[in-house]
């Protein structure tokens, strides 16, 4: 079974630019999350998707970041402008299980933004 | 204020012997709580889940045991071997939909 596939795997962007990544979770994983993972610190949960409606992005900085799940399989999200501050790994995770449940997480191998 | 703690310092253990990494919690009420395993460079990866109505669970060499009166959960690698070394992460689940997770422990297993 392939796992939650990401790209890209790294990008260095200037403040002000813009950036997106991309995630195809699991086949057949109706939740999808996007989690913020700055160095030294646990994942923070950025947005959560049930099938291609947004479930929970109470910590999306909503001013710069969006993310969007079309046909409720891939999902993209974008900062634009970027801040030194979202210097971190974005990692997209996906899980067979309604939110909320107590089902576990796969995560992909992260996207590592460097804002210069 | 909510607070997930696990300890910052990295473990240092010699192979074979047993790592105990902790998972504090303060002003939470989770349902359940997860332990994932990441590698530098990773995602990561689901190892064990226990239920806020089980003391303990057990998978291979791993051990979980989660006491809600303590606020505590305790993370037992047995007989360890170099390729345990990574860091060690708690998220805890409740009602409130989403997991939180710890900053994570680094376990370094020496030869």
């Known amino acids: 079974e392939a796992g939650v596939a990401q790209s890209p795997r790294y990008k260095i962007i200037e403040k002000r630019q813009s950036v997106a990544f991309w995630c195809n979770p699991i086949s057949g994983h109706a939740t999808l999350y996007w989690y913020q993972q700055i160095l030294g610190q646990g994942p923070k949960l950025l947005i959560q998707?049930?099938?291609?409606?947004?479930?929970?992005d109470s910590q999306l900085p909503k001013d710069r970041f969006s993310a969007e799940r079309l046909k409720g399989v891939d999902s993209t999200l974008k900062i634009q402008p970027a801040k030194l501050e979202d210097s971190a790994v974005y990692l997209c995770?996906?899980?067979?299980?309604?939110?909320?449940?107590?089902?576990?997480?796969?995560f992909g191998e992260g996207s590592r933004l460097t804002v210069l | 204020s909510q607070k997930i703690e696990q300890n910052s310092e990295a473990l240092n253990i010699q192979e074979g012997k047993t790592a105990t990494l902790t998972c504090n919690y303060t002003?939470?009420?989770?349902?359940?709580l997860q332990w994932y395993r990441q590698d530098p460079g990773r995602g990561p990866v689901f190892l064990l889940l226990?239920?806020?109505?089980?003391k303990e669970k057990r998978k291979e060499r791993l051990k979980v045991t989660f006491d809600t009166t303590l606020k505590q959960s305790l993370f037992h690698i047995t007989a360890s071997q170099p390729a345990d070394s990574a860091t060690y992460l708690c998220?805890?689940?409740?009602?409130?939909?989403?997991?939180?997770f710890g900053a994570g422990t680094q376990v370094v297993v020496t030869p």
């Open positions: 002003n939470y009420s989770p349902a359940y």
């Open positions: 998707f049930q099938n291609n409606g947004v479930v929970d």
């Open positions: 998220a805890l689940g409740g009602s409130w939909g989403k997991l939180q």
């Open positions: 995770a996906s899980s067979p299980k309604a939110g909320g449940s107590t089902g576990e997480l796969f």
């Open positions: 226990i239920r806020e109505n089980e």
